[in-house]
């Protein structure tokens, strides 16, 4: 398949700032990159499949430096248009990346692993790029959830175990959590899950964000525009720690009230701690697992240099 026709069907399943996405949608946005942020602070940091970019720009104030790239050039021109010179982007091949060894600190790479053809050779890549304990971030949707629905062009999910392993195998040791717990959800969700699993089965399921979109107002009701670019965020001063959910966590989500800077680009979201989850089994309670895999010092120091 040609560059062009995968650019044209990575657009099509990506969100994209501006789209009509859902406010659940929004809310994992921003919460992901809000917790990536304290893995960042003064580091050097990449972001890998970065997609249009929303994430970068409040990154970018706390990092001492940041790069980011995408591998169709159609979703990172959407990016460029926003940041001109701000941040610098390439397009390349997570499997094949442009930096120099032990150049990074952190690697992020959010909701785009199952994407990757081989996976394998990204985390590779990582122990090569990344300095003495450097870290990996991903952000994935759990594969484990009953009614979980693949999208289109992907390759392979992991659930908690299998990205355990995977790291495992490279030298790093991985640490998980969950964010959106099943059970903090809306009772419209809670009631039409099985409808949605159905769906699932019987190969129903739209493949396209426009499809996507129509399902996503029966789920979840109005929709909302995707942000090109998430601020700082709101104050966490009445947020639960790590470990709670439930109605605590459904009521602070509800409460959330997010608001547009004054220069209307700025989306400012609200951040919720994740819950800590084991390692060791499928995870079936939360909507996305979070990663954070630190590389073993000892496997910077040793790694041999890959082959040309």
């Not at 969700?189 to 129903?204: E, H």
Request: hydrophobic share 35%; net charge negative.
């Amino acid at each position: 398949m040609s560059r062009a026709v995968m650019d044209n069907d990575y657009v099509s399943v990506t969100e994209i700032a501006g789209e009509e996405v859902t406010q659940e949608q929004v809310d994992r946005l921003c919460n992901r990159y809000y917790w990536a942020g304290q893995y960042c602070a003064d580091k050097d940091v990449v972001e890998v499949a970065c997609g249009s970019g929303q994430g970068l720009g409040y990154l970018s104030g706390l990092a001492r430096s940041l790069e980011a790239g995408d591998y169709s050039d159609a979703i990172l021109a959407i990016a460029r248009r926003h940041y001109g010179e701000r941040i610098r982007l390439r397009q390349f091949d997570v499997q094949d990346m442009p930096f120099e060894d032990k150049s990074k600190d952190v690697i992020i790479l959010f909701e785009a692993i199952y994407y990757i053809p081989d996976a394998e050779q990204f985390v590779r890549e990582c122990a090569r790029v990344l300095r003495s304990g450097g870290k990996v971030l991903i952000a994935t949707a759990n594969k484990d959830l009953y009614d979980f629905n693949p999208s289109p062009h992907t390759y392979k999910y992991y659930g908690v175990v299998g990205l355990n392993e995977l790291f495992a195998r490279h030298g790093f040791e991985a640490e998980f959590f969950g964010d959106t717990p099943v059970g903090d959800v809306s009772i419209r969700q809670r009631i039409l899950r099985p409808v949605k699993k159905l769906a699932v089965m019987l190969g129903f399921m739209p493949k396209t964000m426009a499809g996507k979109k129509f399902f996503k107002k029966i789920m979840f009701g109005g929709l909302v525009e995707m942000p090109v670019e998430i601020g700082p965020q709101i104050s966490q001063t009445h947020l639960p720690l790590r470990g709670t959910s439930g109605q605590i966590g459904a009521d602070l989500r509800a409460k959330k009230s997010p608001q547009i800077t004054q220069n209307e680009k700025l989306y400012t979201g609200c951040y919720v701690e994740p819950d800590k989850i084991s390692s060791e089994e499928a995870n079936m309670s939360h909507k996305v697992i979070y990663c954070v895999a630190t590389i073993d010092p000892q496997i910077t120091q040793t790694c041999p240099p890959l082959e040309d």
